[in-house]
């Protein structure tokens, strides 16, 4: 339909490396949560979104999700996984990294490219 959506969202828990969960603060949802879970396998890293949203505008926001947000929704997360895929396993996903303070105690970056091993969805 041409619209597009977007929202700003803070991060409300995380555990290292496992998981975060993310809360719309504003935007064009009347809420949106998402919570983001990885784990590792054998073959790579599975990633998982679990995605709980509701539209505004009452009775008729009902309707709007009903019909055309779920897909948009579901859609968007297909997209964003095609790319966190290409990104990770690329290595490009180093240019979205901060620099670290020399002498500051982190885990060490892996000299190989991340593989994702398979990307589910839950909206």
Do not use: C, N
Request: glycine share 8%.
């Amino acid at each position: 339909m041409g619209l597009r959506l977007s929202h700003t969202s803070r991060i409300e828990e995380i555990r290292p490396y496992t998981y975060f969960r993310e809360v719309m603060t504003s935007g064009g949802f009347r809420t949106y949560e998402q919570e983001h879970h990885f784990a590792p396998m054998d073959d790579g890293t599975r990633v998982r979104d679990e995605v709980r949203f509701a539209a505004p505008m009452g009775p008729l926001g009902v309707v709007l999700e009903r019909m055309l947000l779920r897909h948009y929704v579901g859609r968007m997360l297909v997209e964003r996984h095609r790319w966190l895929k290409q990104v990770a396993e690329s290595g490009e996903w180093r240019k979205y990294l901060h620099s670290v303070p020399e002498g500051s105690e982190t885990a060490p970056l892996p000299e190989q490219p991340i593989k994702i091993a398979k990307m589910q969805r839950f909206a």
